[in-house]
Every structure is written in C-alpha cells, then in structure tokens.
C-alpha cells in the first residue's frame, strides 16, 4: 500500500462549481499534512496546511480525520485559474519530518 | 529575491555520462532537498541537508552524491548517468527541518534525459 494515495483524476469540473478531493495515508503516526499545486511544467507549492480542527482560506477548505486517516481539499466557485494538480502530502512521524508526497489529482476547469 | 534556483533547465546525457545539477537559495534557509518526479510517482527524496555541513539520504540515493557547499549552496551529482534516472529533478529549501507547518519552496526543475 502506498503511503499517501490519491485519486489521479482527471477531474473535468464547470467553472463556478464545487469539487472536493481526498488523500489516503497509511502511516498513523503522521503529524503535518499540506495540500501543494502544481502547474502543468512547473514546481510544486504550498497551497495550504491542513490543521487538525479544518482550516479554510477564501475559497478553498481542507479537513483532516485522523480516525479514518484521511485529509480532504475542497474548492468553492471553481475559477479556471484552478486548473492544476494537487499534491497530498504528509510527514512520515515518528520524529521524521521528511515529507511523502501523493502522486497527485489533476484538475481541469471547464469555461 | 530569487528564491530556489537551479541549473541546467534541461539536460540530455549519454549512458555513463557524468553532470551535476546545481542549486541555490537565497531565503538564508537551513534545510535544503533533492527530489526525482516521475510519472505515475510522487515527489520521491533523494537526499536532504538538514543543516550546513550535514547530507542524509532520503528514499532513492543510489546513483547520486550530494554536496552542501555552503549554507545556499547544494549539488547532485550522478556519476554514471544510466537511463533509470530520466525524470525531472527538483531542489527545494525550507527554513528549519521541513513538516511541522514548515513550508518547503521549490526550484524550477531540471529537466534531465539519459540516453
């Protein structure tokens, strides 16, 4: 099993609707989760951290269940500036801070 | 402030071929990474500096050597380039050790195809 998995996608969504991913992680031990963006080409970036009580930033909400060990992203009004791929990622515990990486879920905003 | 910046942008080399990717930051930060990206694979951690003076090695280091040259400063080199290492080569850098809220920045990448 994977350590972080992600649906791949591609997810084709109108623009101004609402679409909602969620990431799998195996390790129970973890302790940070963040969502990163993607552009076709470019280089990851942070998009938001995820905090354990839920953390919303504009349009943009992310949950953490520890108990089902999963995190989710939610995008409100889509705009087709969101067209991109999302990285899950996660540290691996335990005292290790490195991060694990989802392979990704590519987005595409539909005008 | 240019943030992570690496070179070469792209890179073809012959099996057995030698090169080294470079990398640089200017946030002054003290933890710097090596990432392969390949498709169908998330980012997976070649190496990392946690500090000036110290490498470890991540998830995927054989075939690859680092160097921290200094505090913004850190190199991978492939000594014998085999087709298994085409992918695309990101550096990052973060301020103390990564995770824990602690945001990683990301170069451009390097492009790199071993014939």
């Known amino acids: 099993r994977k350590e972080v998995e992600q649906d791949p996608g591609p997810f084709n969504v109108p623009e101004g609707a609402t679409v909602a991913f969620n990431c799998t992680y195996s390790n129970s031990a973890s302790q940070s989760f963040f969502w990163y963006r993607q552009d076709c080409r470019k280089e990851p970036k942070l998009l938001m951290s995820?905090?354990?009580s839920g953390n919303e930033d504009g349009r943009f909400t992310a949950q953490l269940n520890r108990a089902s060990q999963y995190i989710s992203l939610l995008i409100r009004d889509s705009k087709l500036s969101d067209s991109a791929t999302y990285l899950c990622?996660?540290?691996?515990?335990?005292?290790?801070?490195?991060?694990?990486f989802g392979t990704g879920t590519r987005l595409t905003i539909i005008p | 402030n240019a943030g992570v910046t690496q070179t070469p942008k792209f890179q073809v080399l012959k099996t057995g071929q030698s090169m080294t990717l470079q990398c640089a930051q200017d946030m002054n930060h003290n933890s710097m990474y090596w990432y392969r990206q390949d498709p169908g694979m998330g980012l997976r951690l070649i190496y990392y500096s946690a500090s000036e003076g110290t490498t470890d090695k991540g998830e995927v280091p054989n075939g690859y050597n680092v160097s921290r040259l200094n505090k913004r400063e850190f190199s991978l080199r492939l000594e014998s380039a085999a087709p298994s290492q085409t992918s695309v080569y990101f550096c990052?850098?973060?301020?103390?050790?990564?995770?824990?809220?602690?945001?990683?920045?990301f170069g451009p990448g390097t492009r790199l195809t071993v014939l």
């Open positions: 995820v905090y354990s």
């Open positions: 990622v996660v540290t691996r515990g335990g005292g290790n801070e490195k991060l694990t």
């Open positions: 990052a850098s973060s301020e103390l050790g990564g995770g824990a809220y602690n945001e990683q920045f």
